[in-house]
C-alpha cells in the first residue's frame, strides 16, 4: 500500500531531504561558509557511520576513528601520485608506489579495508558484554594509533602525508552522507537490525529467544566500520593532509558527543547531534578567532571551544541522556499519529524499578 | 644473569605502578559500575599540582597535591556521577568520558597544551645496587609504594568497619543499602581512596619522566583500562593483576621484541590482551556476585 | 483491635515501573507485634509492596506510616534506621563475605556498638549452624542456613517491623518448617512481621491475618479461618483479570 510504505520510508526521506536543501544553500553561500557544511557533511558521515553500531546494539565503541584513519590512509595511498610517494614513503611496497587510482575506487576500497579490520577485530571484540567491548575498542583505538604512528614506511609515521587530492566538496560529499543515512535506515528496519536492537534492551531475552547476539553485533560493526573508513576518506581528501594525530581521542570525543547529544538511539539522533555540534564549534571557532564587537575584538582564549563543547555532553548526559532526539525518529507530519514514533522504548535510567 | 633481574625489577616497578592505577579504577567501578576514564585526570591534576606548590617542603607540597586529588576527586563524585548514580554503564562510561575531556581541556585552557618541566625528587633517579643489582632508587621506591598501597587496601578492606561496608556494596549495593550502609558514604570513600592511588601514581610517574602535559596520564590509563578488563571487571583482585600483566607485557615485549618492532610493543600489548579476552571473556578474576541486586 | 494505632498503615498505594503498574491502590495495616501474611500468585506485585515499603522504589502515589510518621519516598538507609528491616527475596547474602561479616553488617544501624557485638555473639549461638561456619564465606551455606544468615542478620538492626520476601522459596519441607518455627519465635518475641508468599497454606497458618494481594490489588483478606476453604479465597487468589481490575 503506497500511503503505508510512504510513512514507513518517511523518516529516511524527511532526513535525506534535509541534507539536500542544507547543501543547495549551501552551495549559494561563499566557499568558506561550504567548507564547512562539507565537514559538518563528513561528521556526520562518521557520526551516523558510530550510529549504525552503537546505537543498534547499545555499545558504545570508542574505535570508530581507527575506521577513519584505516580508510583514510588506504585511499590516501592509492590516489597520491606516485612521484610523491618515492619521495615521501619509499618504502611502500612497489605496486602502492606505482597505484594511482580514481577517487570512487579509492574511496571504495578505504571503505572495504575499514570493514575488514573491523571484521578481524570484531570477531574476538563481540563476544565481551557491554562494558568490556567498549573498553576493548579502546584498545583498538590504541592499537592503531601506535601502528599508524610507528609504521613510518606505510604511513610517514609522525609525519604528515601531505598531497591528497582535494576533491571532497558538496557534489561528492552529499551524495556518500545520503548514501550512509540511507544504510542507516536500511539496515535498522531489516530482520538483522531489528534482531540487534532487541538484544539492546535485554540481551538475556534476545539470545534466549534464538538470536546470535554476537552475529548481530558483528554484522553492525562492520558495516559501521565500512562508513567510518568513507568518513576517513572523505576527511583526507577535504584536507589533503593526514596525520595520524589527528585519528586519535579529539575525534574520538567529537564523534561520541555529537552521537550522545544528539540521541544515541535514533538515525534522526545521530543525524541532528552530528549537524547540532557542528554549529556550535562553527560558533566557538568564531569566538576564537576574534568577534568585533562595538569598535574592539572579543576573542575567546584557544581551547576555550574543546572546554565548552565537553561541559555541554556532560550537561547533556545529566540533564537529558537520551539527548535531542530521545530515540525517536521523524514522524509523519501530516494526519493521525503526526507526533514522533518512537522507534524503540527508552530506558537510560536502569535503577530501582528491575 | 645480572640484566635478567634488572628486567625482572624493570618489569616489576612498571606492572606495579599500571597495577595501582588499574586499581584506582577498580574500585570506583566495584562500588558504583562506574569507569571513571577521569581517573587520569586526577593523576595529571596531582603532577601540576606539584609544579603548584613549587617551592614548599617537600612532605607539605606532597600532601597538598595530595588533598587536591582527593578534593577533585569528591567534586568529581558529587557533581558529575551522583545524579547519575543507578544510571546503566554505557551511560556512566560516557559520563566519564565527558568529565575526563572537559578536565583535559580546561587545564590545556588554564596552563597551556604545551610540556612543562618538572624537577621532583631528582635523587630518585639515582642509581642504587641491592643484591648486586643495579637499579634506580626509583623503581626500588616504586615497588615499595606499590606493595605498601597493596597492603594498606588490603588491610582496610578487611579490617575496618569501612572497608567491609564497601565489600559488601561491591557485592549487593541495594543490599547493603537496606541494611543501613549509607551509599552516599562509601562512595565518597571509594573515590578518596582512588585520589590517594592516584597521588602514589602521580608521584612515582613524575619523577620518572620530569615532564608535565596535559595528556600526559593517557598511556597510564588506557593501560589501566584494558587491564581491568582483562583482569575481569569488578574485582579489585583481578584489576591489580590486570593493570600489572599488561604493564609488565609492555616491558617483557620491549626486551623481547626485535629492534625495528618494539616501538609497536604496545599494539602487541594489546594484541595479546584481545586473545586473552577471546579466551576468557570474562577475564581472569571474574568478580562473583557481579550480576547480584536486589 | 482497629481502635489501638497501627504499628504499618498502607494506605492506596500506586508504585509502577515504567508503563507496567505493579500496585493499583494497596492499602493495607499491620499493627504492633502482629504477624501478617500477603499471599498471591506471582507477579500480583507482593514484592514491589516490601519494596516500597522498606523504601527501595518510590511510589508514585499513596502513603505510608510508620508509626504514625510518612515514610513513602524516604532513602532506603533512613527507613531501616526506624525499625524496618527486609529480607528480599532470594535471601541476597554476601556470598563473597564470612557469616560473621554478613551478621556484622546487619548491626550497621545500631548505635550501641557493645551490645551490638554481643548479639552477633547471640546470633551465633542461637543458631548454631551459622556459629560452626562463622568463619566461612557465606556463599558456601544451604539454602536454608542462608535464609538463617539472613534472618539473623535482619534481626540484629532490632527492628519492630521485620519483612520477609517468599522466604520458603527454594527450600525443602523441612527446612521450611524450621524458617517458620524461627519466624514464630520471633514474633512471640514482640518484633511485627510482614510476609509475603506464593505458598499460600504455609502463611495463612502462621500468620494472624492475610491479605491477598492480585494483580496489584488487595482481593480480599481475613484469618486462616475466615479463608481457608472460602471460595472467594480461591477467586481472589486465581483470578487474575476479575471485573474493574481492567482500569489502568
Same mark, same amino acid.
Do not use: C
Given at each position: 500500500?503506497?500511503?503505508?510504505?510512504?510513512?514507513?520510508?518517511?523518516?529516511?526521506?524527511?532526513?535525506?531531504?534535509?541534507?539536500?536543501?542544507?547543501?543547495?544553500?549551501?552551495?549559494?553561500?561563499?566557499?568558506?561558509?561550504?567548507?564547512?557544511?562539507? =565537514?559538518?557533511?563528513?561528521?556526520?558521515?562518521?557520526?551516523?557511520?558510530?550510529?549504525?553500531?552503537?546505537?543498534?546494539?547499545?555499545?558504545?565503541?570508542?574505535?570508530?576513528?581507527?575506521?577513519?584513519?584505516?580508510?583514510?590512509?588506504?585511499? /590516501?595511498?592509492?590516489?597520491?601520485?606516485? %612521484?610523491?610517494?618515492?619521495?615521501?614513503?619509499?618504502?611502500?611496497?612497489?605496486?602502492?608506489?606505482?597505484?594511482?587510482?580514481?577517487?570512487?575506487? %579509492?574511496?571504495?576500497?578505504?571503505?572495504?579495508? $575499514?570493514?575488514?579490520?573491523?571484521?578481524?577485530?570484531?570477531?574476538?571484540?563481540?563476544?565481551?558484554?557491554? !562494558?568490556?567491548?567498549?573498553?576493548?575498542?579502546?584498545?583498538?583505538?590504541?592499537?592503531?594509533?601506535?601502528?599508524?604512528?610507528?609504521?613510518?614506511?606505510?604511513?610517514?609515521?609522525?609525519?604528515?602525508?601531505?598531497?591528497?587530492?582535494?576533491? %571532497?566538496?558538496?557534489?561528492?560529499?552529499?551524495?556518500?552522507?545520503?548514501?550512509?543515512? %540511507?544504510?542507516?535506515?536500511?539496515?535498522? =528496519?531489516?530482520?538483522?537490525?531489528?534482531?540487534?536492537?532487541?538484544?539492546?534492551?535485554?540481551?538475556?531475552?534476545?539470545? /534466549?529467544?534464538?538470536?546470535?547476539?554476537?552475529?548481530?553485533?558483528?554484522? $553492525?560493526?562492520?558495516?559501521?566500520?565500512?562508513?567510518?573508513?568513507?568518513?576517513?576518506?572523505?576527511?583526507?581528501?577535504?584536507?589533503?593532509?593526514?596525520?595520524?594525530?589527528?585519528?586519535?581521542?579529539?575525534?574520538?570525543? +567529537?564523534?561520541?558527543?555529537?552521537?550522545?547529544?544528539?540521541?544515541?538511539?535514533?538515525?534522526?539522533?545521530?543525524?541532528?547531534?552530528?549537524?547540532?555540534?557542528?554549529?556550535?564549534?562553527?560558533?566557538?571557532?568564531?569566538?576564537?578567532?576574534?568577534?568585533?564587537?562595538?569598535?574592539?575584538?572579543?576573542?575567546?582564549?584557544?581551547? +576555550?571551544?574543546?572546554?565548552?563543547?565537553?561541559?555541554?555532553? +556532560?550537561? !547533556?548526559?545529566?540533564?537529558?541522556?537520551?539527548? !535531542?532526539?530521545?530515540?525517536?525518529?521523524?514522524?509523519?507530519?501530516?494526519?493521525?499519529?503526526?507526533?514522533?514514533?518512537?522507534?524503540?522504548?527508552?530506558?537510560?535510567?536502569?535503577?530501582?524499578?528491575? | 644473569?645480572?640484566?635478567?633481574?634488572?628486567?625482572?625489577?624493570?618489569?616489576?616497578?612498571?606492572?606495579?605502578?599500571?597495577?595501582?592505577?588499574?586499581?584506582?579504577?577498580?574500585?570506583?567501578?566495584?562500588?558504583?559500575?562506574?569507569?571513571?576514564?577521569?581517573? *587520569?585526570?586526577?593523576?595529571?591534576?596531582?603532577?601540576?599540582?606539584?609544579?603548584?606548590?613549587? #617551592?614548599?617542603?617537600?612532605?607539605?607540597?606532597?600532601?597538598?597535591?595530595?588533598?587536591?586529588?582527593?578534593?577533585?576527586?569528591?567534586?568529581?563524585?558529587?557533581?558529575?556521577?551522583?545524579?547519575?548514580? *543507578?544510571?546503566?554503564?554505557?551511560?556512566?562510561?560516557?559520563?566519564?568520558?565527558?568529565?575526563?575531556?572537559?578536565?583535559?581541556?580546561?587545564?590545556?585552557?588554564?596552563?597551556?597544551?604545551?610540556?612543562?618541566?618538572?624537577?621532583?625528587?631528582?635523587?630518585?633517579?639515582?642509581?642504587?645496587?641491592?643484591?648486586?643489582?643495579?637499579?634506580?632508587?626509583?623503581?626500588?621506591?616504586?615497588?615499595?609504594?606499590?606493595?605498601?598501597?597493596?597492603?594498606?587496601?588490603?588491610?582496610?578492606?578487611?579490617?575496618?568497619?569501612?572497608?567491609?561496608?564497601?565489600?559488601?556494596?561491591?557485592?549487593?549495593?541495594?543490599?547493603?543499602?537496606?541494611? *543501613?550502609?549509607?551509599?552516599?558514604?562509601?562512595?565518597?570513600?571509594?573515590?578518596?581512596?582512588?585520589?590517594?592511588?592516584?597521588?602514589?601514581?602521580?608521584?612515582?610517574?613524575?619523577?620518572?619522566?620530569?615532564?608535565?602535559?596535559?595528556?600526559?596520564?593517557?598511556?597510564?590509563?588506557?593501560?589501566?583500562?584494558?587491564?581491568?578488563?582483562?583482569?575481569?571487571?569488578?574485582?579489585?583482585?583481578?584489576?591489580?593483576?590486570?593493570?600489572?600483566?599488561? #604493564?609488565?607485557?609492555?616491558?617483557?615485549?620491549?626486551?623481547?621484541?626485535?629492534?625495528?618492532?618494539?616501538?609497536?610493543?604496545?599494539?602487541?600489548?594489546?594484541?595479546?590482551?584481545?586473545?586473552?579476552?577471546?579466551?576468557?571473556?570474562?577475564?581472569?578474576?571474574?568478580?562473583?556476585?557481579?550480576?547480584?541486586?536486589? | 483491635?482497629?481502635?489501638?494505632?497501627?504499628?504499618?498503615?498502607?494506605?492506596?498505594?500506586?508504585?509502577?515501573?515504567?508503563?507496567?503498574?505493579?500496585?493499583?491502590?494497596?492499602?493495607?495495616?499491620?499493627?504492633?507485634?502482629?504477624?501478617?501474611?500477603?499471599?498471591?500468585?506471582?507477579?500480583?506485585?507482593?514484592?514491589?509492596?516490601?519494596?516500597?515499603?522498606?523504601?527501595?522504589?518510590?511510589?508514585?502515589?499513596?502513603?505510608?506510616?510508620?508509626? @504514625?510518621?510518612?515514610?513513602?519516598?524516604?532513602?532506603?538507609?533512613? &527507613?531501616?534506621?526506624?525499625?524496618?528491616?527486609?529480607?528480599?527475596?532470594?535471601?541476597?547474602?554476601?556470598?563473597?563475605?564470612?557469616?560473621?561479616?554478613?551478621?556484622?553488617?546487619?548491626?550497621?544501624?545500631?548505635?550501641?556498638?557493645?551490645?551490638?557485638?554481643?548479639? &552477633?555473639?547471640?546470633?551465633?549461638?542461637?543458631?548454631?549452624?551459622?556459629?560452626?561456619?562463622?568463619?566461612?564465606?557465606?556463599?558456601?551455606?544451604?539454602?536454608?542456613?542462608?535464609?538463617?544468615?539472613?534472618?539473623?542478620?535482619?534481626?540484629?538492626?532490632?527492628?519492630?517491623?521485620?519483612?520477609?520476601?517468599?522466604?520458603?522459596?527454594?527450600?525443602?519441607?523441612?527446612? &521450611?518448617?524450621?524458617?517458620?518455627?524461627?519466624?514464630?519465635?520471633?514474633?512471640?518475641?514482640?518484633?511485627?512481621?510482614?510476609?509475603?508468599?506464593?505458598?499460600?497454606?504455609?502463611?495463612?497458618?502462621?500468620?494472624?491475618?492475610?491479605?491477598?494481594?492480585?494483580?496489584?490489588?488487595?482481593?480480599?483478606? @481475613?484469618?486462616?479461618?475466615?479463608?481457608? @476453604?472460602?471460595?472467594?479465597?480461591?477467586?481472589?487468589?486465581?483470578?487474575?483479570?476479575?471485573?474493574?481490575?481492567?482500569?489502568?
Amino acid at each position: 500500500m503506497p500511503a503505508e510504505t510512504l510513512r514507513r520510508l518517511w523518516p529516511l526521506a524527511a532526513l535525506l531531504i534535509a541534507l539536500v536543501a542544507i547543501a543547495l544553500v549551501a552551495s549559494l553561500a561563499p566557499i568558506v561558509i561550504q567548507r564547512r557544511v562539507v =565537514e559538518a557533511l563528513i561528521y556526520l558521515i562518521a557520526v551516523v557511520a558510530l550510529y549504525i553500531f552503537a546505537g543498534n546494539s547499545g555499545v558504545l565503541s570508542f574505535g570508530n576513528v581507527s575506521f577513519m584513519a584505516v580508510g583514510a590512509y588506504v585511499s /590516501a595511498l592509492l590516489t597520491l601520485k606516485p %612521484a610523491a610517494k618515492a619521495v615521501f614513503l619509499p618504502g611502500l611496497p612497489a605496486f602502492l608506489k606505482a597505484a594511482e587510482w580514481p577517487t570512487v575506487p %579509492a574511496a571504495l576500497a578505504g571503505g572495504i579495508v $575499514a570493514a575488514l579490520f573491523g571484521l578481524f577485530v570484531g570477531v574476538p571484540l563481540m563476544r565481551l558484554s557491554g !562494558i568490556a567491548a567498549s573498553i576493548a575498542t579502546f584498545a583498538v583505538l590504541s592499537i592503531t594509533y601506535v601502528v599508524l604512528g610507528n609504521w613510518t614506511s606505510v604511513t610517514g609515521g609522525q609525519n604528515s602525508l601531505f598531497g591528497l587530492p582535494l576533491y %571532497a566538496d558538496l557534489s561528492t560529499v552529499l551524495p556518500w552522507a545520503l548514501v550512509a543515512v %540511507a544504510a542507516a535506515f536500511a539496515y535498522q =528496519e531489516t530482520r538483522s537490525g531489528l534482531m540487534l536492537r532487541a538484544s539492546r534492551e535485554d540481551e538475556v531475552a534476545a539470545e /534466549a529467544s534464538g538470536i546470535d547476539v554476537h552475529r548481530q553485533r558483528l554484522y $553492525a560493526f562492520v558495516l559501521s566500520a565500512f562508513f567510518s573508513g568513507i568518513a576517513g576518506v572523505l576527511y583526507g581528501h577535504f584536507l589533503g593532509v593526514l596525520r595520524v594525530e589527528s585519528f586519535y581521542l579529539d575525534m574520538t570525543f +567529537l564523534v561520541v558527543a555529537m552521537l550522545v547529544v544528539g540521541g544515541m538511539r535514533s538515525l534522526l539522533g545521530a543525524v541532528t547531534g552530528a549537524l547540532v555540534i557542528s554549529l556550535i564549534t562553527e560558533l566557538l571557532r568564531q569566538l576564537e578567532s576574534g568577534v568585533p564587537v562595538g569598535g574592539i575584538t572579543v576573542a575567546a582564549p584557544p581551547g +576555550l571551544g574543546d572546554a565548552v563543547l565537553a561541559l555541554a555532553m +556532560l550537561l !547533556i548526559i545529566l540533564v537529558r541522556p537520551q539527548g !535531542i532526539a530521545a530515540g525517536r525518529e521523524l514522524g509523519w507530519p501530516f494526519g493521525a499519529r503526526a507526533q514522533g514514533r518512537p522507534v524503540s522504548s527508552d530506558r537510560i535510567s536502569g535503577g530501582e524499578a528491575k | 644473569m645480572i640484566n635478567l633481574a634488572q628486567h625482572v625489577v624493570d618489569t616489576i616497578s612498571v606492572g606495579g605502578l599500571y597495577a595501582l592505577t588499574a586499581l584506582g579504577i577498580g574500585l570506583i567501578f566495584g562500588v558504583m559500575r562506574l569507569i571513571n576514564f577521569a581517573h *587520569g585526570e586526577l593523576i595529571t591534576a596531582v603532577g601540576y599540582a606539584l609544579l603548584l606548590f613549587h #617551592g614548599w617542603p617537600l612532605p607539605l607540597a606532597m600532601l597538598g597535591a595530595l588533598l587536591i586529588a582527593v578534593v577533585l576527586a569528591l567534586v568529581m563524585e558529587r557533581v558529575a556521577f551522583r545524579p547519575l548514580r *543507578g544510571a546503566d554503564p554505557e551511560t556512566l562510561l560516557i559520563a566519564s568520558f565527558a568529565v575526563s575531556f572537559f578536565l583535559q581541556k580546561l587545564l590545556a585552557l588554564t596552563v597551556g597544551a604545551r610540556a612543562k618541566g618538572i624537577d621532583f625528587l631528582p635523587s630518585l633517579g639515582e642509581p642504587i645496587a641491592v643484591v648486586g643489582i643495579r637499579l634506580q632508587v626509583l623503581q626500588l621506591a616504586t615497588i615499595l609504594v606499590v606493595a605498601g598501597l597493596l597492603a594498606g587496601l588490603s588491610w582496610f578492606l578487611g579490617r575496618t568497619r569501612a572497608g567491609l561496608e564497601m565489600r559488601a556494596a561491591a557485592e549487593n549495593f541495594r543490599m547493603a543499602r537496606l541494611l *543501613g550502609v549509607r551509599a552516599d558514604r562509601v562512595i565518597a570513600v571509594a573515590f578518596a581512596l582512588s585520589g590517594v592511588l592516584a597521588a602514589a601514581v602521580a608521584f612515582l610517574f613524575v619523577a620518572q619522566s620530569g615532564t608535565l602535559t596535559p595528556r600526559m596520564s593517557l598511556q597510564l590509563v588506557v593501560i589501566a583500562f584494558v587491564g581491568t578488563a582483562i583482569g575481569g571487571l569488578g574485582s579489585l583482585v583481578g584489576a591489580a593483576v590486570g593493570g600489572f600483566l599488561v #604493564g609488565a607485557a609492555s616491558v617483557i615485549l620491549q626486551a623481547v621484541l626485535p629492534f625495528e618492532l618494539r616501538e609497536f610493543r604496545e599494539a602487541f600489548a594489546f594484541g595479546l590482551v584481545i586473545l586473552v579476552l577471546l579466551v576468557r571473556p570474562q577475564g581472569l578474576f571474574p568478580a562473583r556476585g557481579l550480576k547480584e541486586r536486589v | 483491635m482497629a481502635t489501638a494505632e497501627p504499628l504499618l498503615a498502607v494506605s492506596d498505594l500506586h508504585v509502577r515501573y515504567g508503563a507496567v503498574a505493579a500496585l493499583r491502590g494497596v492499602s493495607l495495616r499491620v499493627d504492633p507485634g502482629e504477624f501478617v501474611a500477603v499471599v498471591g500468585p506471582n507477579g500480583a506485585g507482593k514484592s514491589s509492596l516490601l519494596l516500597t515499603i522498606a523504601g527501595a522504589v518510590k511510589p508514585q502515589a499513596g502513603t505510608i506510616e510508620f508509626r @504514625g510518621a510518612p515514610i513513602a519516598g524516604a532513602a532506603l538507609e533512613a &527507613i531501616v534506621r526506624r525499625g524496618i528491616a527486609l529480607v528480599p527475596e532470594g535471601r541476597h547474602i554476601f556470598g563473597t563475605l564470612t557469616v560473621e561479616e554478613n551478621l556484622r553488617l546487619g548491626i550497621t544501624v545500631r548505635a550501641d556498638r557493645r551490645q551490638a557485638a554481643a548479639d &552477633i555473639e547471640d546470633s551465633l549461638a542461637t543458631f548454631p549452624i551459622l556459629g560452626q561456619r562463622r568463619r566461612q564465606p557465606a556463599g558456601r551455606l544451604s539454602g536454608g542456613e542462608q535464609q538463617q544468615l539472613a534472618i539473623a542478620r535482619a534481626l540484629l538492626s532490632r527492628p519492630t517491623l521485620l519483612m520477609l520476601d517468599e522466604p520458603s522459596l527454594g527450600l525443602a519441607p523441612a527446612i &521450611i518448617d524450621q524458617v517458620y518455627g524461627i519466624l514464630a519465635e520471633v514474633n512471640a518475641r514482640g518484633v511485627a512481621i510482614l510476609l509475603v508468599e506464593q505458598n499460600a497454606a504455609r502463611a495463612l497458618d502462621a500468620a494472624r491475618r492475610t491479605y491477598v494481594l492480585n494483580a496489584g490489588l488487595v482481593r480480599l483478606d @481475613g484469618t486462616k479461618d475466615t479463608l481457608l @476453604g472460602n471460595a472467594a479465597f480461591d477467586a481472589a487468589y486465581f483470578g487474575v483479570e476479575m471485573a474493574g481490575a481492567a482500569r489502568p
